[in-house]
C-alpha cells in the first residue's frame, strides 16, 4: 500500500509517497502560509493531485502545523502563522476531493511517531520530544503510545511560563513563555541586537568563536534548560528527543547535556537527551503511519 505523505509547517509544504517504510518522490514548497488556511488547503490539494496525475496511492496522511482533533481532522487551533486555519475540516476536505482514506495530525505529534517507529524513539516507551523552531512544539509517548490528553493538545510545552514576570495575558497569552525565550526565533530575535547582520541560525553558528555571539548562544541554552528542566521533573521520562534544525549544530546539544543534568533532582538524572534521527522527514514518516499508531 502506498501512502501520499503531507507535512504543512508554517514555512514549507513538505511532501512524499511512503511505500514499504521508504518515502520516495519528496518535494518542497512554500507555504504560503501568510495568504491564510484557504489558501494553505488550496496548495496541499493541488499539490496532492499533481502526484495522483502521476502515482497511485490508497491513503494520504498529513501531518500540519496547529492543534488536530484526530478523529476528525479537524483544526482545533491555530495561530496567525497560518490565519484562518482554525475549524479547517481538513480530512473530510481531502476525503472529499482525492476519493481515499485520509489521517491528519499535528506536526510536532506526527514526527514523534515517526521518532517512535522509525528513529530515536523506537526503543524507548517513555519519553517526551520537542522541536525548536519558529516556536516550540511537543508531544508526549507513555508506554509505547502518544499521548493526546483530553482535547488532543497535550505535550504544549512551548506555553510553559518560564518567566512570570513578563506576563500578560491579555496582550499575549504566550507571553513569559517558554517558546518566546527558547525557540530559534528567539535565538535570532536576540542575535540581532546584537549584529543586525545576524539573521538565521546558520549565520550565528559561523560566528560562535565570537565571544559576544557565543554569550547569546550560551543564554539561548539557558533558556531551554529552564523549560526542560520541568518538563524531565513532571513527566519522568526515558528519553528526551530533541528535534529542529539548530539540533544539528553539535555544540547546542553538547551543552544542553551539560547544563541539564546539574538542574535535576539527582534521581532524575537517568534520562537521556537525544537528537531527532529523522531530520525534516519525522512528519512525513509520522504521517504515513498514523493509522497503525491509534
Given at each position: 500500500?502506498t501512502?501520499?505523505?503531507?507535512?504543512?509547517?508554517?514555512?514549507?509544504m513538505?511532501?512524499?509517497?511512503y511505500t514499504?517504510?521508504?518515502?520516495s518522490?519528496?518535494?518542497?514548497?512554500?507555504?504560503?502560509a501568510?495568504q491564510?488556511?484557504?489558501?494553505?488547503?488550496?496548495?496541499?490539494?493541488?499539490?496532492?493531485?499533481d502526484y495522483?496525475?502521476r502515482?497511485?496511492?490508497?491513503?494520504?496522511?498529513?501531518?500540519t502545523?496547529?492543534q488536530?482533533?484526530?478523529?476528525?481532522g479537524?483544526?482545533?487551533y491555530?495561530?496567525?502563522?497560518?490565519?484562518g486555519?482554525?475549524?479547517?475540516?481538513?480530512k473530510?476536505l481531502?476525503e472529499?476531493e482525492f476519493?481515499?482514506p485520509?489521517?491528519?495530525?499535528n506536526d510536532v505529534?506526527?514526527?514523534a511517531i515517526?521518532?517512535?517507529?522509525?528513529?530515536?524513539g523506537r526503543d524507548?516507551?517513555?519519553?517526551a520530544c520537542?522541536t525548536?523552531g519558529?516556536?516550540v512544539?511537543?508531544a508526549i509517548?507513555?508506554?509505547?503510545r502518544?499521548?493526546?490528553?483530553?482535547?488532543?493538545?497535550?505535550?504544549?510545552?512551548?506555553?510553559?511560563?518560564?518567566h512570570?514576570?513578563?506576563?500578560?495575558?491579555?496582550?499575549?497569552i504566550?507571553?513569559?513563555?517558554y517558546?518566546?525565550?527558547?525557540?530559534t526565533?528567539?535565538l535570532?530575535?536576540?542575535?540581532c541586537?546584537l549584529d543586525?547582520?545576524?539573521?538565521?541560525?546558520?549565520?550565528i553558528?559561523?560566528r560562535?568563536?565570537?565571544?559576544?555571539?557565543?554569550?547569546v548562544?550560551?543564554?539561548?541554552i539557558?533558556e531551554?534548560?529552564?523549560g526542560?528542566?520541568t518538563?524531565v521533573h513532571?513527566l519522568n521520562?526515558?528519553?528526551v528527543?530533541?528535534?529542529?534544525?539548530v539540533?544539528e549544530q553539535?555544540?547546542v546539544?553538547?551543552?544542553?547535556r551539560?547544563?541539564?543534568?546539574?538542574n535535576?533532582i539527582?534521581?532524575?538524572?537517568?534520562?537521556r537527551?537525544?537528537?531527532?534521527e529523522?531530520?525534516?522527514?519525522a512528519g512525513?514518516?509520522?504521517?504515513a503511519?498514523?493509522e497503525?499508531r491509534?
Amino acid at each position: 500500500m502506498t501512502t501520499m505523505v503531507l507535512d504543512i509547517g508554517g514555512t514549507a509544504m513538505k511532501s512524499g509517497l511512503y511505500t514499504d517504510g521508504k518515502l520516495s518522490e519528496v518535494r518542497e514548497i512554500p507555504t504560503e502560509a501568510k495568504q491564510g488556511g484557504e489558501h494553505v488547503v488550496n496548495r496541499a490539494k493541488e499539490l496532492i493531485a499533481d502526484y495522483r496525475n502521476r502515482f497511485s496511492f490508497q491513503r494520504i496522511g498529513v501531518s500540519t502545523a496547529g492543534q488536530v482533533d484526530p478523529r476528525q481532522g479537524v483544526i482545533t487551533y491555530a495561530n496567525e502563522n497560518i490565519p484562518g486555519y482554525m475549524g479547517t475540516r481538513l480530512k473530510e476536505l481531502l476525503e472529499q476531493e482525492f476519493q481515499v482514506p485520509a489521517a491528519v495530525e499535528n506536526d510536532v505529534n506526527a514526527a514523534a511517531i515517526g521518532e517512535a517507529v522509525f528513529g530515536a524513539g523506537r526503543d524507548v516507551a517513555d519519553f517526551a520530544c520537542l522541536t525548536y523552531g519558529t516556536g516550540v512544539g511537543g508531544a508526549i509517548f507513555t508506554d509505547g503510545r502518544l499521548y493526546s490528553g483530553n482535547s488532543f493538545s497535550a505535550g504544549e510545552f512551548g506555553a510553559i511560563v518560564t518567566h512570570p514576570e513578563a506576563r500578560d495575558s491579555e496582550r499575549d497569552i504566550l507571553s513569559g513563555c517558554y517558546e518566546q525565550y527558547a525557540s530559534t526565533t528567539a535565538l535570532v530575535r536576540n542575535a540581532c541586537r546584537l549584529d543586525p547582520s545576524l539573521t538565521n541560525g546558520r549565520a550565528i553558528f559561523a560566528r560562535l568563536e565570537e565571544p559576544p555571539v557565543r554569550a547569546v548562544v550560551d543564554q539561548w541554552i539557558l533558556e531551554i534548560i529552564y523549560g526542560l528542566a520541568t518538563i524531565v521533573h513532571m513527566l519522568n521520562p526515558a528519553c528526551v528527543i530533541l528535534g529542529g534544525g539548530v539540533m544539528e549544530q553539535g555544540y547546542v546539544l553538547q551543552e544542553i547535556r551539560n547544563k541539564l543534568y546539574p538542574n535535576l533532582i539527582p534521581s532524575f538524572r537517568h534520562v537521556r537527551i537525544e537528537k531527532a534521527e529523522l531530520g525534516n522527514r519525522a512528519g512525513m514518516l509520522g504521517a504515513a503511519v498514523l493509522e497503525q499508531r491509534r
